[in-house]
């Protein structure tokens, strides 16, 4: 699997505990994957707490990176990776496992003829699903979206994160109902704003043992980076398209959107095209407002679409200014101010 430029190989966890086996990952940097001076310095920041033990907190806006950046870490701890989705819909058995069903074995001892002697056993079967795999072997969990889960299905994360023992009531009979979590077991969690449609308020217990780094929009040059790999356009092509959105970007009060997916639709199409970043292309502002009015068909004056307009006058206008005023893509550098 080919995630924002992440390659994802599954691997099995190994020998199945009383049931299947979970399947683990391995990520580690594809061909498309950016690495620059912003990246880096948050994966350091996030290594950092990780390797004292702390469970980490991506938490920004859709299009901000939080899952390839959470790949990211998790491939340069070097650890195969258990990978959960938030669900509304989960309990607490979706993370830790359940009882799957019942083992009967008949044994018939007839070694005297004239005795015959007769045992039945009947034994629950107890399968371990991803929270407890990765606990047992000691992989990295990422969480991705985490709030959307209810509340109550992640309480079994508290005891896991601060006293590294995870209760797990189908374990009574062999291991005592706990398990002591592997000390290679890591937690990376990843969240959208608390306003963002379809998550939960998150329990404080919870919050209170993760270190949260909030995330933002890449800096341009990043941006630019990314845009050009991912789709093979030009360089100074890329630059246009990504100073196009970040203006787009300012509009609304909402400056979330649009985001670096923008960049790289507008960029994938001209490339499928055969086309430049050209003002003077009709084709081209019109696939600009197809992509980055997403939010704008309410915004009127008089019963003509506002924001359509002011996109034509933005891609003019950034396509026309100075080469100089495009730096390099080439050039690394520290994040700029979104």
């Known amino acids: 699997m080919d995630a924002d430029g992440l390659r994802v190989m599954a691997e099995d966890s190994g020998p199945p505990h009383n049931g299947r086996a979970v399947r683990a990952m391995q990520p580690e940097a594809g061909a498309g994957f950016v690495s620059t001076a912003y990246v880096e310095e948050l994966t350091a920041r996030a290594l950092t707490y990780l390797q004292v033990g702390y469970p980490l907190h991506f938490a920004g806006p859709a299009g901000t990176g939080k899952t390839t950046l959470a790949f990211h870490v998790a491939a340069r701890?070097?650890?195969?990776?258990?990978?959960?989705h938030g669900d509304d819909e989960f309990g607490s058995s979706d993370l830790i496992g359940r009882d799957i069903g019942y083992?009967?074995?008949?044994?018939?001892?007839?070694?005297?003829?004239?005795?015959?002697?007769?045992?039945?056993?009947?034994?629950?079967?107890?399968?371990?699903?991803?929270?407890?795999?990765?606990?047992?072997?000691?992989?990295?969990?990422?969480?991705?979206?985490?709030?959307?889960?209810?509340?109550?299905?992640?309480?079994?994360?508290?005891?896991?994160?601060?006293?590294?023992?995870?209760?797990?009531?189908?374990?009574?009979?062999?291991?005592?109902?706990?398990?002591?979590?592997?000390?290679?077991?890591?937690?990376?969690?990843?969240?959208?704003?608390?306003?963002?449609?379809?998550?939960?308020?998150?329990?404080?217990?919870?919050?209170?043992?993760?270190?949260?780094?909030?995330?933002?929009?890449?800096?341009?040059?990043?941006?630019?980076?990314?845009?050009?790999?991912?789709?093979?356009?030009?360089?100074?092509d890329a630059a246009a398209i990504v100073d196009i959105v970040r203006e787009v970007r300012g509009l609304g009060v909402n400056n979330h959107r649009p985001t670096i997916r923008a960049c790289i639709a507008i960029a994938a199409i001209l490339a499928h095209r055969g086309l430049r970043a050209d003002p003077r292309n009709e084709l081209f502002i019109r696939i600009c407002q197809d992509v980055l009015s997403v939010d704008s068909a309410k915004i009127t004056h008089g019963g003509e679409p506002l924001v359509p307009r002011r996109i034509a006058e933005i891609v003019r206008r950034a396509c026309i200014r100075p080469k100089s005023h495009h730096a390099s893509p080439l050039k690394v550098r520290g994040r700029a101010k979104s």
């Not at 979206?145 to 009979?173: D, I, K």
């Open 103 to 236: 083992r009967k074995s008949k044994l018939i001892d007839n070694f005297i003829h004239s005795v015959l002697k007769s045992e039945e056993n009947l034994s629950a079967v107890w399968m371990d699903n991803r929270l407890t795999t990765a606990c047992r072997h000691g992989y990295t969990l990422i969480y991705d979206e985490f709030n959307r889960s209810r509340p109550e299905a992640n309480n079994v994360l508290l005891s896991v994160l601060e006293e590294r023992v995870l209760p797990v009531p189908g374990l009574c009979r062999s291991e005592g109902g706990y398990l002591e979590v592997s000390p290679n077991f890591h937690a990376i969690f990843t969240s959208n704003p608390e306003e963002y449609s379809g998550v939960h308020k998150t329990q404080d217990a919870l919050m209170d043992r993760l270190i949260t780094i909030q995330l933002g929009h890449y800096d341009r040059n990043s941006e630019v980076l990314i845009t050009a790999r991912r789709t093979g356009i030009a360089p100074e």
């Open 77 to 84: 701890l070097g650890r195969p990776v258990i990978l959960v």
